[in-house]
């Protein structure tokens, strides 16, 4: 061969010539997945704030801060990933909204919003307290992030409740917003067979909140273990129910998605079961497996009622089953869309870059990122329900 | 009691305020919003009309250009890629083509065609470096029942996909029915590569940013063919003004039966094909 483009993928059948270079890669995964984790981790902050499930206060908090956190990541992908970031702010300036990607700067900018509200208010007593009690620097940082006002009567904290929950009626739709909106940027385009379905929103954001609620299992679990301190009951129950009952309904849509275009069997289907049973078999087979037996382990928790150690053991397992099939559900959209050729008439098989800008490490380490600044965001703002005692008591 | 009646009046009237400035707001913002989505050509990305190039003695407002292709005629010489490459500085590698040509191969016994280009391992080989492009002669000792050659570029469409999609609109359409980028604003999401049904589209590995196939835009606003046009040694690629009742181009489509490629994605191609059949997408 004679120096081929570096980026040239190999193909099977036929493919126009520009599609051997195939423009979304490794981040485009990742970043429909970190969006997804924001709306799931939020919903649970939710489902205390607004509907008052008490099981969920011990981690209310702390689901709050995890939000925020991926979704200060959130656009970071999109930005390693343009030709010329230098110039990411055009989208912004001068949005075409007939794009469905002109406004997610704007969507994704009022959650934040909403989001840093919510934790603001949900954190005042501690940045008040502390700005009392710290010292040096971080005195100085928590008095400013007071914003100059230490009220913590219990009639000024009755009205920040007042605050978060408001916040929180509107986060849900806004979290449910971004990411079926995520949905939207792959289901709206009619070039893409494999994109283009009406379901593919509905798919995104339930699969998104199955994530983010495993997530915060997963973290649950993990910190609290860390931390030495105990885990609920309650808490781990509805944590198992709320993602059982999520799973159930994206199971079904996702097989509909399939059901649906099997049975219409449009020309191309042909090479629709390539795609298939070829280069994307093994991520179809994590997600089906991953979520099937996932489904299958959460549906024996609920109805037995196991001792509190093996519930937490294969709460843990269905859950990491869970975020791996819902990464690979990412791929297998992101990836397996480009991979299907728009001739319909081949294949194009996509090589993962392990180094480079765009490659598998930049997607590990900006996926990183998020659990880096919760573990620093923590440690400010602790979102712990017995913070102070613990520590009091450690320091004795 | 008239100091109330006249707090109560104050009141109504800031309400009364109020509701006629939110109003307000809210209608321009959907004038703003529909005026966006309706006009669909020769619009800035903030929806005020486009200034008209700065083009000595042209007036895209006159033209409206359209380009054919006789797919009988064309010999597969490969002569309009190259042509294409180094008139436009396009990338010379066998992955990033404003145009390129289809080679469509029926043998004897087999009901679908085998199609290759230019990106095909042993046409690359046959080629002997990147720069040059060449069909390589694997069906010498085949029994070929038909076959011919297709060139594709981009369709220039009335309602482009890629154009719908761009989020900065630094890709738009003429007044004159080219769709152009401006290179110099393209953020590089490659959203436009995505959305184009003909994947006429790649991202220009040395700018970072989209480009594709302008029916060489500098060259017809000065009287001149595409480089593609020009090179063809027979003829088979056709370009005119549609508005020009004399020109070629609208001989060429009344005197063929002519269609374009993909017609269900409401797209409205412009390039025009004649000897096509179903197997050409």
């Not at chain 1, 995520?182 to 954001?205: A, C, N, T």
């Not at chain 1, 910190?223 to 944590?239: G, H, N, P, S, Y």
């Not at chain 2, 703003?32 to 009309?49: E, Q």
Request: one cysteine or more; aromatic letters at 12%.
């Amino acid at each position: 061969m004679h120096g081929l483009y570096a980026h040239a993928a190999p193909y099977v059948g036929y493919v126009y010539p520009n599609e051997t270079v195939v423009p979304w890669g490794e981040l485009i995964v990742i970043y429909p997945y970190i969006t997804g984790l924001v709306a799931g981790a939020f919903i649970v902050s939710s489902f205390y704030h607004v509907f008052g499930m008490h099981q969920f206060r011990p981690i209310a908090r702390f689901a709050l801060l995890t939000a925020l956190c991926f979704l200060l990541f959130a656009p970071t992908p999109l930005l390693f990933h343009l030709g010329r970031p230098e110039r990411a702010f055009n989208a912004v300036i001068t949005p075409h909204w007939s794009s469905a990607m002109a406004a997610f700067g704007y969507v994704a900018g009022f959650y934040l919003v909403i989001l840093t509200l919510e934790v603001w208010f949900a954190f005042r007593p501690e940045m008040v307290a502390r700005s009392k009690t710290a010292s040096g620097a971080l005195r100085l940082l928590y008095s400013a992030l007071t914003l100059g006002s230490d009220d913590v009567s219990a009639a000024a904290l009755a009205y920040d409740h007042k605050w978060m929950r408001a916040l929180a009626i509107i986060g849900i739709p806004s979290a449910a917003g971004l990411h079926g909106y995520v949905g939207f940027i792959f289901g709206s385009l009619k070039s893409r067979e494999w994109w283009s379905s009406d379901l593919m929103p509905i798919i995104f954001l339930l699969s998104a909140i199955v994530s983010g609620v495993a997530l915060l299992a997963i973290l649950y679990v993990a910190v609290w273990k860390l931390r030495r301190t105990e885990l609920r009951d309650d808490c781990l129950r509805a944590l198992a129910k709320v993602m059982w009952a999520f799973l159930a309904v994206v199971l079904v849509v996702e097989l509909l998605e399939y059901v649906e275009m099997f049975y219409r069997a449009r020309e191309g289907i042909g090479t629709i079961m390539q795609l298939i049973n070829g280069p994307l078999r093994p991520g179809l087979l994590i997600q089906a497996v991953g979520s099937a037996s996932a489904f299958a382990v959460l549906t024996a928790l609920i109805v037995s009622r196991p001792r509190r150690k093996t519930f937490v053991v294969f709460l843990t397992a269905s859950a990491s089953l869970l975020m791996i099939a819902v990464l690979a559900m990412r791929w297998n959209v992101v990836i397996g869309g480009q991979e299907l050729s728009k001739t319909m008439k081949g294949l194009i098989f996509f090589q993962p870059q392990f180094l480079g800008r765009e490659g598998i490490l930049s997607s590990l380490l900006l996926f990183a990122g998020p659990f880096v600044v919760l573990w620093i965001l923590a440690r400010l703002l602790p979102p712990w329900e017995e913070g102070g005692q613990v520590r009091a008591a450690r320091a004795q | 009691m008239d100091e109330e009646e006249d707090s109560q009046r104050r009141q109504q009237e800031r309400r009364d305020f109020l509701r006629i400035v939110g109003g307000a707001i809210a209608f321009g913002a959907t004038a703003v919003t529909a005026h966006n989505f309706a006009s669909r050509d020769a619009t800035a990305a903030d929806g005020r009309p486009q200034p008209a190039p700065a083009i000595p003695g042209y007036d895209w407002s006159k033209h409206r250009w359209a380009f054919g292709v006789d797919v009988n005629r064309c010999i597969g010489c490969l002569r309009c890629d190259v042509a294409c490459k180094i008139e436009n500085d396009v990338v010379r590698d066998p992955n990033h083509f404003r145009t390129w040509v289809e080679r469509y191969v029926y043998l004897e016994g087999e009901r679908r065609p085998r199609i290759d280009s230019q990106a095909d391992p042993q046409n690359i080989a046959a080629a002997g470096s990147d720069g040059d492009y060449r069909f390589d002669n694997r069906y010498k000792n085949a029994e070929v029942m038909k076959a011919f050659f297709v060139p594709k570029l981009c369709n220039q469409c009335e309602h482009p996909a890629c154009v719908q999609v761009c989020p900065t609109g630094a890709t738009f359409r003429t007044k004159d029915g080219v769709v152009l980028i401006d290179q110099s604003y393209c953020i590089g999401c490659q959203y436009c590569i995505q959305a184009c049904p003909y994947g006429a589209r790649y991202l220009d590995p040395n700018k970072g940013v989209a480009d594709k196939c302008t029916w060489c835009y500098h060259r017809i606003t000065k009287g001149l063919d595409p480089a593609c046009v020009a090179v063809c040694p027979t003829h088979c690629r056709i370009f005119g003004d549609l508005n020009d009742p004399a020109s070629e181009i609208n001989q060429f489509i009344r005197s063929n039966r002519v269609q374009v490629l993909k017609p269900e994605t409401g797209n409205g191609p412009h390039v025009f094909y004649a000897g096509i059949e179903s197997e050409v997408s």
